[in-house]
């Protein structure tokens, strides 16, 4: 069975994630095979993996951190928030249901041979595996029952590393008073603390580091400096949502309050002369050369807020002076005529679209799940020269989105004479009757496709942006990178590199009970 270290925070936000993953490319380096695990992640960003089961994007980032495939066994447990109060409740991939949060405190503990069985599978085909948990182990309310802190570093017999994010400020009480919190065995399992996000001279650092380790007994295992990556965080508190002013090319996103896997869109972050803002206000707007819609968690109630916000009405005025309009799930539905809710999946009745699309999405209960490959078909307006790249995505949404005039899914190729022209995407994936399904469909400067992840093949980001451009008598500068797959895999190389600089390895190995390679 493999051995098992674990990364614990002092805050949501603290950088557990990513120095799990930094973790996992170290121990890859060194010729270990790694796996990630979290037995329970609570995120609005998720993935689909081949099998058609919904995980993390964080442990799919850490899997690939490890090299290996992502793998629902990696997050056995995935809460999706519908709202302030519940989340849908998705274990080993598959929806279970929408609990209230005080249901599914209590629930919990029924999913604790879930998490076992999950952790076990991994453990058979690893060496080491890096366990993340969720928030802070000091969340004392919430430590009957714990399944993803100190609950499950004790189900595991894990020892724990803590992690305090100095760029937020107070992190010597952070990691002190976390450590207080914990009860003496809990306190016994962790075996040193980590200071993330430092900007400075490390030498500032030395008294106090000291005295953190004379009033918890503990030892500082590292400080891990502030660095620049482009690679994604948790959603729930990343930076990316901060204000930026727009460049020669400019893209904005609109911020749903339920906005959901936006990192459809990390990939446009890294070309110089482009700005990728989130937009939540009407008069943020401005006139950008195109307009995200993305994922939501509630299309209805997030079209609702648009709507009433002025969004809309400020999005269909940019689109009225050339702006591109671009729908994905979600958004896609939106752009639509009609969105209905028979079932009751989200608030229930109708509500109408933004009419752009000559469509309508009925939400139903069943939810699709499945990864694409495919291409983009003839394409035309501001977007013509993406016309045949490649698409390699997948899809995850409940609902069925058809032809306004038709009760079929948007275009089954053998009929597609019949239908509107042109569509956007084409996907490789085959029907039980044999029918090759479009996944997207376009009119004139507006949009829509069910595909997350369509701009991360090859050069299609850049071809996007470069017939922004054109539409301005622009050239677009190149870009640092041009295969977004290859970039990431520096990055986490740089990520690597960091943690093994920053981090005492020898400590790291005596926790996992071997030695420093």
């Known amino acids: 069975m493999a051995k098992a270290i674990m990364i614990q925070g002092t805050m949501s936000g603290a950088g557990k994630s990513l120095v799990t993953a930094g973790l996992c490319r170290v121990f890859r380096q060194d010729g270990f095979r790694v796996m990630p695990f979290k037995s329970q992640n609570m995120a609005l960003n998720s993935f689909i993996t081949e099998e058609g089961l919904e995980m993390g994007r964080a442990q799919v980032l850490q899997a690939e951190a490890a090299g290996v495939k992502p793998s629902v066994d990696m997050n056995p447990i995935l809460l999706k ?51 993340e948990g969720a928030g802070s182990p000091a969340e004392i309310n919430l430590k009957e029952n714990d399944i993803v802190n100190m609950g499950l570093a004790k189900l595991l017999d894990a020892p724990v590393l803590l992690v305090g994010d100095i760029d937020r400020g107070g992190v010597f009480a952070q990691l002190y008073g976390t450590v207080e919190l914990l009860s003496p065995e809990e306190q016994a399992r962790v075996k040193g603390l980590i200071i993330n996000k430092f900007r400075g001279d490390v030498t500032i650092l030395e008294p106090g580091l000291r005295m953190l380790e004379e009033k918890t007994g503990k030892s500082v295992a590292g400080v891990i400096p502030w660095t620049r990556l482009q690679l994604e965080d948790e959603d729930s508190l990343t930076d990316r949502f901060r204000q930026r002013k727009a460049e020669r090319i400019d893209l904005a996103v609109i911020r749903f309050p339920r906005i959901s896997n936006f990192t459809d869109f990390d990939v446009f972050e890294n070309f110089p002369g482009v700005s990728l803002r989130y937009v939540e206000h009407a008069g943020q707007l401005g006139s950008p050369d195109l307009i995200f819609l993305p994922g939501s968690k509630n299309t209805m109630e997030d079209l609702r807020w648009f709507r009433e916000s002025g969004l809309e009405a400020a999005a269909l005025k940019a689109h009225e002076k050339g702006t591109i309009l671009f729908g994905i799930c979600g958004g896609f539905q939106m752009l639509g005529r009609e969105v209905s ?23 139903a209960g069943q939810k699709v799940r499945r990864q694409v490959t495919g291409k983009m078909l003839k394409m035309q307006g501001g977007l013509a020269p993406l016309s045949g790249k490649p698409v390699e995505g997948y899809e995850i949404h409940m609902g069925r989105t058809v032809f306004a005039s038709a009760e079929t899914e948007p275009c089954s190729v053998p009929d597609r004479q019949e239908q509107p022209e042109p569509v956007t995407v084409l996907s490789a994936r085959q029907a039980a009757d044999g029918k090759t399904w479009c996944d997207g469909v376009q009119a004139g400067n507006v949009f829509g496709t069910y595909v997350h992840g369509i701009f991360d093949a090859g050069d299609t980001a ?5 017939a922004l451009a054109a539409r301005k008598g622009l050239d677009l500068e190149e870009p640092g990178f041009s295969d977004y797959q290859k970039f990431r895999e520096e990055q986490l190389d740089l990520l690597a590199d960091t943690i093994r600089k920053s981090l005492d390895m020898k400590l790291v190995y005596e926790c996992l009970g071997m030695e420093t390679i």
């Open 462 to 466: 850049k071809t996007l942006l470069k």
């Open 81 to 131: 928030p519908t709202g302030d109060t519940g989340s849908q409740v998705i274990v080993h991939g598959e929806v279970l249901g929408n609990m209230s949060a005080a249901d599914y405190f209590v629930f919990r503990k029924n999913l604790i041979p879930e998490i076992r069985k999950a952790y076990d599978r991994l453990a058979a085909q690893a060496d080491i595996i890096v366990v």
């Open 341 to 363: 809710d028979p079932e009751g999946v989200e608030a229930g009745g109708r509500i109408r679209g933004i009419g752009l699309l000559p469509v309508k999405t009925v939400l």
